[in-house]
């Protein structure tokens, strides 16, 4: 409803200035070119992938507004030019046997100004980086947007079963573990503190910065979890005050990889174990378990494990690799 009110909001915006010099507004209109070069996640050039580039604003038309189309060539790289009265452009990328790419407006750097009617910097290489589709394999994965059944107690969560541990739910492996402390003084006052730890011990997690929803590769982490530096706990914090900006440990753009089940040898080694990793932060976040023993955590969309009945279900909705 936001993004069809912004776009309804532009639209209007362009109606009411159909009649009006938007030089008078924006300032004069200039030319610019930019340079895409396409390259894989190794920096080798993709040639014959389809970039396109839109420029301008919504409901506006050319000059000021346009989109091009083009193939990369054999260097992997994609000349668009045009002119508007504004500074913004988005692309995207994409070629069979690879994670598309996109980004959207606002996340590019715009042009900065204007100079003898080019806008400035002049074709400037914008980098685009298309990862290879590898080896996608099936996995659990759901979204989790809930909060802890009880307080001040232990409660396990099964990532197999998709539910708390009995009795809060169907779950019985307590793969990652949980006690909520809440001290509330009013609706905007409060403490909460959230520890996270593991019922096995040579489990844990570590934190990661995955890509951006809406801008970059669709597969936004790397191919593989890390094969060691997992803790075995983590205690996460928000504070709030009226008026006051909220303080917390808390990363909703952020993410994690995880080790569970693991098994060692006698040296310590581990020889089992399932890897898996997690978009966003507890407890508004997507998580994805790969049960083959293997550090791979590319997901391959078409084969979730949990089998849902309805992909527009609000837990299985959309997830991406």
């Known amino acids: 409803m936001k993004r069809l009110l912004i776009y309804l909001g532009w639209i209007l915006l362009a109606a009411s200035l159909g009649a009006v010099d938007l030089t008078k507004v924006w300032g004069p209109r200039a030319s610019f070119q930019v340079t895409f070069r396409v390259i894989d996640e190794e920096g080798r050039p993709v040639e014959g992938a389809k970039l396109g580039c839109g420029w301008g604003r919504m409901g506006f038309k050319e000059p000021d507004a346009g989109q091009a189309n083009l193939l990369t060539g054999?260097?992997?790289?994609?000349?668009?030019?045009?002119?508007?009265?504004?500074?913004?452009?988005?692309?995207?990328?994409?070629?069979?046997?690879?994670?598309?790419?996109?980004?959207?407006?606002?996340?590019?750097?715009?042009?900065?100004?204007?100079?003898?009617?080019?806008?400035?910097?002049?074709?400037?290489t914008v980098p685009v980086v298309l990862k290879r589709i590898r080896n996608p394999v099936p996995m659990y994965v759901r979204r989790v947007s809930a909060s802890l059944p009880v307080l001040n107690k232990t409660v396990g969560y099964d990532l197999e079963i998709g539910d708390w541990v009995e009795p809060q739910g169907k779950g019985h492996t307590a793969d990652m573990v949980f006690v909520g402390i809440l001290e509330q003084r009013a609706s905007q006052d409060f403490d909460w503190e959230l520890q996270v730890s593991f019922s096995n011990p040579a489990d844990g997690l570590q934190r990661f910065s995955p890509g951006s929803q809406?801008?970059?590769?669709?597969?936004?982490?790397?191919?593989?979890?890390?094969?060691?530096?997992?803790?075995?706990?983590?205690?996460?914090?928000?504070?709030?005050?009226?008026?006051?900006?909220?303080?917390?440990?808390?990363?909703?753009?952020?993410?994690?990889?995880?080790?569970?089940?693991?098994?060692?040898?006698?040296?310590?080694?581990?020889?089992?174990?399932?890897?898996?990793?997690?978009?966003?932060?507890?407890?508004?976040?997507?998580?994805?378990?790969?049960?083959d023993g293997t550090r791979n955590v590319e997901f391959d969309p078409k084969r979730n494990l949990f089998h849902p009945q309805n992909d527009r279900d609000s837990a299985f909705w959309n997830l991406g690799p």
Request: glycine share 8%; no cysteine.
């Open 74 to 124: 054999q260097i992997g790289e994609a000349v668009v030019t045009g002119r508007s009265v504004f500074n913004e452009y988005a692309f995207h990328a994409e070629k069979p046997g690879y994670y598309e790419t996109r980004a959207p407006r606002p996340d590019l750097p715009l042009f900065k100004e204007r100079a003898n009617g080019r806008w400035q910097p002049w074709n400037p």
């Open 214 to 291: 809406t801008s970059g590769s669709k597969l936004r982490s790397p191919y593989e979890a890390p094969a060691d530096g997992y803790v075995p706990s983590l205690t996460l914090t928000q504070s709030r005050r009226p008026n006051v900006r909220d303080q917390t440990t808390f990363k909703p753009e952020g993410g994690y990889f995880f080790r569970v089940r693991t098994e060692l040898d006698a040296q310590g080694n581990v020889v089992k174990a399932w890897y898996g990793k997690i978009y966003g932060d507890f407890f508004d976040m997507a998580y994805y378990l790969n049960p």
